[in-house]
């Protein structure tokens, strides 16, 4: 695609609820990030992968975050049992395979975890 | 662990005028800096990438400059304008691959 897209664009739920956020990302883009980010803070890593494989969740919060890309393109970023604290901007990232890429953003998904 | 920050925190000047937002960061152990531009409520843009073995990169009216030793970047504006209004956020790459974000600094130009 043209940019890096993420659905749903905004997300409501009840606590206790599962939640699953999509990432499609630039196409031929080998590396693909998660973020999270509150509001007047810059963004805060939580995950990344390269092709299908998670190089990195240090930054997941705890075992109820969990992702996937199981075909190296579309991720998924599903929370279970949401709590109140998980609502956020929750934004995805790719580029090019390499350290030495640009990092191209989707819009995000604002979640509202009530 | 990497720490990013960035000061001021917010700053408004007159159109017209040149300004430098700063970076640091704590370990100087990175691949590259990034700088990215955030509008309010939209998603974020990059600027300018610059890797470690450089010490600048420039596009436009921007200017970014990388001192890995003392763990510091800027990002320089020549004759701001209203446009340029916006959160400018910086990131660097560890060796790691994680990519950690500074705060930003809340950018406001005055007509």
């Known amino acids: 695609g043209a940019g890096v897209s993420q659905s749903p664009r905004y997300k409501v739920t009840k606590r206790g609820q599962d939640v699953a956020l999509r990432c499609d990302p630039i196409?031929?883009?080998?590396?693909l990030y998660w973020y999270r980010q509150a509001l007047g803070q810059g963004p805060e890593f939580l995950t990344y992968f390269n092709y299908e494989a998670q190089q990195d969740k240090s930054g997941l919060p705890n075992d109820r975050f969990s992702a996937e890309r199981p075909e190296g393109s579309i991720s998924t970023l599903t929370i279970q049992r949401t709590e109140q604290r998980d609502s956020a901007m929750y934004r995805c990232a790719s580029s090019l395979a390499g350290r030495n890429e640009k990092l191209f953003f989707g819009s995000g998904t604002q979640l509202s975890v009530l | 662990k990497q720490e990013v920050t960035q000061i001021p925190a917010a700053l408004s000047v007159p159109e017209g005028e040149n300004l430098v937002l700063n970076c640091s960061f704590t370990?100087?152990?990175?691949?590259?800096l990034q700088w990215f531009r955030q509008d309010p409520g939209k998603g974020l843009t990059s600027l300018l990438l610059i890797q470690s073995s450089q010490r600048e990169q420039t596009s436009g009216r921007l200017n970014a400059s990388l001192d890995k030793s003392s763990g510091r970047s800027t990002l320089y504006i020549a004759a701001s304008q209203p446009g340029d209004s916006a959160t400018y956020l910086c990131a660097v790459i560890s060796s790691a691959s994680k990519i950690i974000f500074g705060s930003g600094t809340r950018l406001s130009i005055r007509p």
């Open positions: 196409s031929g883009h080998v590396s």
């Open positions: 370990d100087s152990a990175i691949y590259n």
